[in-house]
């Protein structure tokens, strides 16, 4: 967010960096308040990403089930991935990450919703975008994966069923309860109110934009 989208109610005095890591970067804000106290806020600040929910002819979503360090346990997840390369338009980032994680492409990219994952902490913003028409990449042209992806395994589920199990609480990653039940809702709309691919984005305005190919 530039000085200009800041609320002026909320002046931000000064801004001290703390932690500089590989992905996140964490910084105290001094806050002055609407009452004219002044208040010390942490805020983790992330580069973004992307996820898709690939829908096949079926009505089958493509997930990734992966290991996540921070809670020890495996989840079904959509494919997503970090805005880590500069310059890299959202839409082709979320393309090459399903490619990537999925062994997939797609010939239709509209966009699902767009999420502040944690704006209490973090000024995170993931876009995910659903993908239709998928294709197979061929074996010849699979990516090689590392670190927790070297684990990662991919399955297909049924949009309705994978609804349900959210109300369960079966599944529990944010961005893809968000982009399940967005996608059922939009379903029943027959997608008529989806967004193309490269719509502005507010959060990201330096991410929207046409894929170059």
Known sequence: MSPADQDPAFEVLSS???FTGNVISVRTDQVRMPDGS??????VVHPGAVAILALDADDQVVLVRQYRHPIHQHLLELPAGLLDVDGEPAL???QRELYEEAGLRAARWSVLVDLHTSPGMTD?????FLARDLTEVGS??????EHEEVTMTVERR???HLAAQVLTGELTNATTVAGIMAATWARQRDWQDLRPPDAAWPARPDRAGHNPS
């Open 16 to 18: 001290e960096l703390r």
């Open 124 to 128: 995170e913003a993931i876009r995910v």
């Open 92 to 94: 082709v980032g979320a």
């Open 38 to 43: 002044v208040a010390a806020r942490e805020v």
């Open 158 to 160: 049924p949009l309705d």
């Open 140 to 145: 010849d042209e699979r990516f090689a994966a």
